[in-house]
């Protein structure tokens, strides 16, 4: 008998596959993804199950995917964000504020953070700061957008430590290209 056995809770699925706990679950229920049940009732996946679920899914690759959070309050900005990042195949997380972001970065570690600068509550600015004042989370690449585009939040949010800085007009190719250019992709 192996017993180092090893699995995946159902978020820390979600989480490797780049889906919400949600969409795993639905997985799991219907059978699209092997689990088993604890005898205390939680479901677990075997860690040799993933990597062939997520290339039968087609739309996932195994885990060599970098995990991108893009933190935007504005829903339209969010959707056209998501689908150049589902085009190039990056697993993504969104938060809509920044204490939202707060929590998820804790929790995801992503490798880039797409970061509006103005938002209610926790700013982008304050967010930065957090980030690159973390030992913990001061590798975390962080680029900077905003629809206010001037001198002083581009040498502001740089200052904070931000490693790049777009206009929200700058375009999909644009943002692709700064976020290979930042991943060293």
């Known amino acids: 008998m192996n017993i180092n056995i090893e699995y995946y809770s159902v978020p820390e699925a979600a989480k490797l596959c780049g889906v919400g ?38 739309n996932l690759e195994p885990a060599k995917q970098k995990m991108v959070l893009l933190v935007e309050d504005d829903p339209f900005i969010q959707k056209a964000i998501t689908k150049s990042l589902q085009y190039e195949k990056y697993r993504l997380e969104i938060a809509n504020n920044g204490f939202e972001a707060g929590i998820k ?62 206009s929200k007009s700058a375009g999909p190719k644009i943002l692709i290209e700064n976020i290979k250019q930042l991943l060293n992709i």
């Not at 799991?28 to 899914?57: C, E, S």
Request: with cysteine; proline share 4%.
């Open 21 to 58: 706990r949600t969409t795993m679950w639905r997985w799991v229920k219907t059978g699209d993804i092997k689990a088993f049940v604890t005898p205390g009732g939680h479901h677990r996946i075997l860690k040799k199950d993933i990597d062939p679920f997520m290339i039968k899914r087609k």
């Open 105 to 166: 970065i804790s929790a995801i570690k992503p490798d880039l953070i797409i970061l509006d600068l103005f938002m209610q509550g926790v700013n982008g600015f304050d967010v930065c700061r957090m980030i690159k004042n973390n030992e913990n989370l001061r590798h975390i690449k962080v680029l900077a957008i905003t629809g206010f585009d001037t001198p002083e939040n581009k040498e502001n949010i740089l200052l904070d430590g931000a490693d790049g800085y777009l």
